[in-house]
């Protein structure tokens, strides 16, 4: 059973920067499109960005381009996501995802319900 440990989570500052992991477990990490989603207060869950299972394409949401960067590393099994430039508007509990396939369409793994596994989010809040 994939299970998805996410850290990293915390107050910060606009302008700021953190850093989020997501530690996968209980299953073939190479064979899963992993994406990071958010949650805030009174909205729907929003993609934020996915990376490939080769890491050789990602995609982010127009909201966070040129600020986030999703990685991956095969060896540790690990996800990560580094924001920069941290906005108000980027409090909201991350989601980490995990979609098993090698379905590389932004239509699918943009989706939330695409993905099968979740971590059990972290609370990003970042003041003014």
């Known amino acids: 059973q994939v299970q998805l440990v996410e850290s990293g989570g915390g107050l910060a500052q606009t302008g700021d920067s953190l850093r989020l992991s997501c530690v996968f477990s209980?299953?073939?990490?190479?064979?899963?499109?992993f994406g990071w989603f958010r949650q805030a207060p009174g909205k729907e869950r929003e993609f934020v960005t996915a990376?490939?299972?080769?890491?050789?394409?990602?995609n982010y949401a127009d909201f966070v381009k040129d600020r986030f960067t999703i990685s991956r590393g095969d060896a540790k099994k690990m996800v990560n996501l580094q924001m920069e430039s941290l906005k108000s508007e980027d409090t909201a509990v991350y989601y980490c995802?995990?979609?098993?396939?090698?379905?590389?369409?932004?239509?699918?793994?943009?989706?939330?319900?695409?993905?099968?596994?979740w971590g059990q989010g972290t609370q990003v809040t970042v003041s003014s």
């Open positions: 995802a995990a979609m098993e396939g090698f379905t590389w369409i932004s239509t699918v793994y943009t989706s939330p319900n695409s993905c099968a596994s």
């Open positions: 209980g299953g073939f990490f190479k064979n899963y499109i």
């Open positions: 990376i490939r299972w080769d890491g050789f394409s990602t």
